[in-house]
């Protein structure tokens, strides 16, 4: 099988060259679907897996705008529409000057086996900037996503491509980008997921990343009989996925012990209660200040800073029982993930998109713990925003505990299907089990749909 593999990856590395991500997202899907593929022929003969590889349609475009000294500023901007087989193109923007071509494909990438897990009608996609909203004035923010959507509000739509916020888009960007939409298109409609209560957002929409993944780590741990309570929690991040995360593991008996961003991690023993992550939130969403800050203001929490140069992150060296990757891609490695292990976590659950280096889901998977791969554990946030969609399509908005519940039943449904398709013997391996499920949903569609 591994010959049939890496012929597949030679075509797409050549076909992609200098991507490095994409080619990763890719490889760690093929691996599961080879030998699946080998039992159904089908997809094989009608090159379902060249075509689900290949964006059908993807967008780079200039966005230059004025910083408040009046300096003219360029960066630029991208949409990825990848496969529309089971529905309108939907996933994030991500602000954040790491941004390129090969990050945004993985990410569309992995979003069109996501959205079809989360059993609901949404193609994928992915889009945003080398813009970094980190130290800009919310003027020069609201220049630069006006400019941004100047161009993006002729690809999108309601029924064509929803985009929603990533790392560095949350609710003011999706404000920005709302009304500018609004008004080049003089159109009152659901473009964007994730809006402000008062002009069309879902309730739970920005818990529902961190609390879906929390809530597959419940479902994961059902399986042996086991829940998040008394659980002690690694958690990564700060922003939007990582606080909810914390807030759903103290709802749910747990206690969460870290928090991070670029500059560093804090970490504390006695846990970060509902007061704490109440200055998190604050400190984050509102001062938009540094988590070292935690440490200046709480007793007994420690702050150490990131080092480029270090091997591993201490972050991943602590004692606990479950790991909640929420901050960005490949922040765990091969050494990261022993020490997880070593330190006695059997749960890790991804919030974030691809946090795991494939030596580190290796690792997992050869100790047999409980691993839910980005594209299931952390599908609720999307999942959401389909939600949302459908409250704005149908012109009413359902109450918390509605939504709530609807999304965890969305989180049950992913989960069983990552068992369905992906129990080897006693083990299920969730990564299987995930490529397989949301595979079959969006390749017996194009299977349908003819050669487009
Ligand atoms: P936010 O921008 O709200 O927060 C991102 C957090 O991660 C910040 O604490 C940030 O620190 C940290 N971070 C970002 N890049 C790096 C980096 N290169 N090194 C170290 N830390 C970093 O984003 P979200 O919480 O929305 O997203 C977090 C992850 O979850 C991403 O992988 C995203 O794709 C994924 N995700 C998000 C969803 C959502 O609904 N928002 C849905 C599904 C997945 P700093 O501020 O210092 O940059």
Redesign the pocket.
Known sequence: MSDVVNAFMEGIIAKNPGEKEFHQAVREVVESLVPFMAKNPKYMKAKILERICEPERLMMFRVPWVNDKGEVQVNRGYRIEMNSAIGPYKG?L?F?P?VNLGILKF?AFEQVFKNSLTTLPMGGGKGGSDFDP?GKSDNEVMHFCQSFMTELFRHIGPDTDVP?????V?GREIGFLFGQYKRLKNEFTGVLTGKGRNWGGSLIRPE??GYGSVYFAQEMLGTRGDSMSGKTCLVS??????QYTVEKINQLGGKAVTL????GYIYDEAGIDAKKLAFVMQLKNVKRGRISEYADKFKGATYKPASAKAESNPLWNHKAHCAFP????N?INGKDAANLIKNGVFVVSE???M?STPEAMTAYINAKILYGP?KAA?AG??ATSGLEMSQNSLRLSWTREEVDQRLQGIMKAIHAQCVQYGTEGKYTNYINGANIAGFVKVADSMLDQGVV
Request: charged share 15%.
């Open positions: 994030g991500r954040h790491s990410l980190k929603a916020g990533d790392i560095g949350g529902a990343t991040g700060s922003g939007n996925v990582a991070s961003d670029s500059g929420s901050a960005t891609q922040e919030g974030a998109n946090p980005a952390n946030g999307v």
